[in-house]
């Protein structure tokens, strides 16, 4: 057996702005209850430093790395746990959409840079150019921001590259929520994976007809596609724990065997060779935004 706790975040946004030392002060304190529910690793929201702050501030970003990588280090070694924490970073002249990924002992072990902003992120956001996969001590894990849950692409390359757990910070709302844990089912089912979901939560909860959208939905979704925990539409952490050596089976998909080990089957017969001359024809004919 291979336990490890999942947490994730559904962060609280007053009706009044917030400040960045507010948000990261905030975001320490979901840490700490993470680390009282047992989590190994929390996921905190997308862009975690400039939720909910003035809009001179919505693009603030440090230099990579600064005070804001510092603190969430600090504060994963204090508590002893994994932590992914997104939030604008400036590289040179360029500013990323970024999820830093910090281990247990504080060290930082990588990031991933969204590769897919939206059309008006773009125009502040340099998209990213890689999806790693990260090795903890309990695992393998990858992230994907926001957008990136449109393209289907990200999660499989992820399973393919032996990822076990997908963390996916945001602050969507839409176009449903209906739609977007159909997305997130469909991205675990399809690639066998964990996936969880950090988003940003209102108080009173969510009640789209007097104003309050937040969805605050943090969720963990196995690879069967059944809901293992949730915070529902208040804010909080939500946690689960998983056996990443339980063998993910389903049954008559594949057919190379009965039952089917999904991910593993399904590698066998997937045809990257068509498909990536298929993307090269389109990439040729394409007009891109960005």
């Not at 059309?119 to 990260?134: I, M």
């Not at 997908?166 to 399809?190: C, I, K, M, N, Y």
């Not at 939560?201 to 605050?216: D, I, L």
Request: a neutral charge; aromatic letters at 8%; one cysteine or more.
């Amino acid at each position: 057996m291979r336990n490890v706790t999942i947490g994730t975040t559904a962060f609280l946004i007053e009706d009044s702005p917030h400040t960045v030392e507010m948000n990261i002060a905030r975001a320490i304190d979901y840490i700490a209850l993470a680390k009282s529910q047992g989590a190994n690793i929390l996921c905190l929201p997308e862009m975690v430093s400039t939720a909910n702050v003035s809009p001179d501030l919505e693009y603030h970003a440090e230099e990579f790395p600064g005070e804001i990588t510092a603190a969430f280090r600090r504060t994963a070694r204090a508590h002893n746990i994994n932590v992914i924490a997104p939030y604008l970073v400036r590289s040179g002249k360029k500013i990323y959409n970024q999820a830093t990924v910090i281990d247990s002992k504080g060290k930082i072990a990588g990031f991933y840079r969204k590769v897919q902003p939206t059309a008006e992120e773009s125009r502040h956001v340099a998209p990213g150019n890689d999806l790693p996969v990260f090795e903890l001590e309990f695992g393998r894990i990858a992230v994907m921001i926001c957008m990136d849950i449109y393209f289907p692409e990200i999660p499989r390359i992820y399973a393919f590259k032996g990822a076990e757990i997908l963390f996916w910070p945001t602050v969507s709302h839409g176009p449903t929520q209906e739609a977007l844990r159909t997305q997130l089912t469909a991205r675990a089912v399809d690639n066998s994976l964990i996936v969880a979901e950090a988003n940003l939560a209102n108080h009173p909860p969510y009640a789209a007809y007097a104003g309050r959208y937040r969805p605050a939905t943090a969720r963990i979704i196995d690879h069967n596609g059944d809901i293992l925990a949730q915070t529902g539409r208040r804010q909080g952490v939500a946690t689960a724990t998983v056996d990443l050596d339980e063998v993910r089976l389903t049954s008559q998909c594949v057919l190379i065997r009965e039952p089917d080990r999904m991910r593993e089957d399904l590698e066998r017969i997937t045809r990257l060779d068509l498909y990536a001359k298929e993307y090269a024809k389109l990439s040729r004919k394409q007009k891109r935004y960005y």
